[in-house]
């Protein structure tokens, strides 16, 4: 079926982790995110994202922009060369901020590192009553520095544990960048499968 990015939440709502494909820089990329990463009121959510491309700051931009409350509590773990750079003021806004984590993953080869950093934040968060999302940013990256075996067995790993944390999760992938194969290989971990196709609109499976 096809749908527009603000029925996104409703076409998906019984996916644990949702395998977003659509280019990197294309505006409803963006847009998907958001809508994924709100299944239910901000306020009643601990939102965790894990990035590659981007720093701590440009995500809080990015929710800033789309999004009118702040989370409960927020996770970020900025992964490779972008943790040199990357940087957080969350005084720069007079919004309501719930409590804040920056982890960095310096070794963007490092998976074991990478999900111990996840795991410690699914763990923290089981305590309370909020919805855990998370958002992947993104598998595209993580593939130019782990062959697809690697990565396939840390997302099984990884894709398992949201779901026994009651999560929702979705990971982008440009599937432009990569060949059939690897995109077939991984499809199999994910509940959902969302896609952008030419006429810009979503296709859900």
Known sequence: MSSQATSLTSGV?????????????DSHDDEACLDLLTVTDPTEENVLSVTFTQSAT????????????????????????????ASADTTSTQRPVGPLTIETVSDPDDLTDLGITLNTFLSEWGDD??????????????????????VFRFLHVLTGRLETSDAVAHYHMDPNAH?????STLRPLFDAIVDL???????IQ
Do not use: K, M
Not at 179 to 183: A, C, F, N
Not at 197 to 203: I, L, M, R, T, Y
């Open 129 to 150: 009553d909020n919805q855990t999302v998370a958002c992947f940013h993104s598998l595209t990256p993580l593939l130019q520095y782990a062959d697809l075996q690697r």
């Open 179 to 183: 060949d059939q194969q690897t995109i």
């Open 58 to 85: 440009d995500r809080i931009d990015l929710w800033d922009a789309h999004v009118d409350e702040r989370p409960a509590r927020a996770g970020i773990i900025s992964v490779g060369e972008i943790t040199r750079s």
């Open 13 to 25: 709502d019984a996916a644990s982790n949702i395998l977003l494909l659509s280019p990197s820089l």
């Open 197 to 203: 196709d030419e006429d810009s609109e979503w296709n």
